[in-house]
């Protein structure tokens, strides 16, 4: 899959104010593929003959998709930026998406899309904290 | 306007952990109108004829409309709590909205969408605040 | 609970093209208010302990809660109006409404959260309808 | 970019009701990438000089990236299937996203993040309107 985000980004019509591109691009993308990861993780946990051991971990993906979802389209909106907002909304996003690494994590070794799932938890975990670093 | 947000709660089969409702109810009400108004905002801002003074509050509204969805939506779930998820998300709607607050309030002598948004966004900041002080 | 909705309605800046404001509002709040009740509805679900029979309820309710979040988006817009848009995803929220009412109502002897859900439901599905009707 | 939709599509743990899994696939990416690229080129429009003449615009993509956001979610969820609620969700985001690629496409020789965004609307139609067609 492309998606069009650095494409969208280089054409952005005014003062992008030295944020670091690639590091953003990487961040967006990277909300993009969690929360679909995690909305179909939720899914797929769902229909696990063991659910009843999986209701915390469908509970954590939806709050990850959600969270991701906010989370990317915030970082795609450039136009009267907000430090204070970008760097609370990145926060919650990390620690969410630890949240779900962890408890997708701990069942990886049981289902494939868990150890999936929390794979694309991590990485957006890493990207939002280097973003937020990129910051200053 | 009746949710059901105090009568869903009533019914949830499980413990609640000692969560204050009649707080987390607030909460969760106040992220619901407060997105609603600032998705409306957003919109009336786009129809002034004064919409090129007005971009830095449509995109806060957007950022704002997201993030109290995303919040009623965490706030909503109470299976497989997670007290690091709930306060970081609770952080970034505060913040979100108090940022709205500003931005609405800056235009409210001169446009009433914005200071009714303003209004809803001071409610949602303080609903947050209290919440975040009553999980201890 | 009060939203600002039928404030915000009121500051709109442009013509509303004669839209029929209080089914207009109507459908906003049910539409609010009906994806509340279905996220809280799914997570009671995930704690009852007959988790495993309520897997098409939870996710129903998922579906329900994102179609009826956007469709009162979609609504709080005016500028820029496009009839196609606006009766196509009140069609998709009538019938994902429907559906999580029949769902949610099966259960609804069982489990209150259902009822209420159902309710929420019904009266989102009939607001729809109405706005359709209106709409001409 | 690389999202993990093909790869939890394959291991979801239940019958997929002979779906076809690479339109399905497609159509979840398509989504997915519209809804970033909506909410980027709405921002983009923001902060163009003409903004006044771009209302329009920012609007349909606003709607754009609601309605592709909750395609993609119910499109990754299987469990408990309703082909009803997905045949009419697909109908809203195709011709939702013909609206916008319309709209986009009636700025793209200007502005170039209009040109990408509507490539995007319009591969995210036609993904759309496959799909509804496998479905038979």
């Known amino acids: 899959m492309t998606t069009a985000t650095k494409d969208m980004l280089a054409t952005y019509p005014?003062?992008?104010?030295?944020?670091?591109?690639?590091?953003?691009?990487?961040?967006?993308?990277?909300?993009?593929?969690?929360?679909?990861?995690?909305?179909?993780?939720?899914?797929?946990?769902?229909?696990?003959?063991?659910?009843?051991?999986?209701?915390?971990?469908?509970?954590?993906?939806?709050?990850?998709?959600?969270?991701?979802?906010?989370?990317?389209?915030?970082?795609?909106?450039?136009?009267?930026?907000d430090a204070n907002v970008t760097r609370a909304v990145l926060q919650a996003c990390a620690t969410t998406c630890k949240a779900c690494a962890d408890e997708c994590g701990s069942h990886a070794g049981t289902h494939e899309h868990c150890r999936i799932c929390a794979e694309a938890c991590r990485n957006c975990e890493r990207a939002c904290n280097e973003l937020i670093a990129s910051l200053g």
């Open 14 to 81: 005014a003062d992008l104010g030295g944020v670091d591109r690639e590091k953003l691009t990487e961040c967006i993308d990277a909300c993009v593929a969690c929360a679909q990861a995690c909305t179909a993780c939720a899914d797929a946990c769902l229909s696990e003959g063991m659910v009843g051991e999986l209701t915390k971990c469908i509970r954590t993906n939806m709050d990850c998709a959600d969270v991701c979802d906010t989370t990317a389209s915030v970082l795609s909106r450039h136009t009267g930026y």
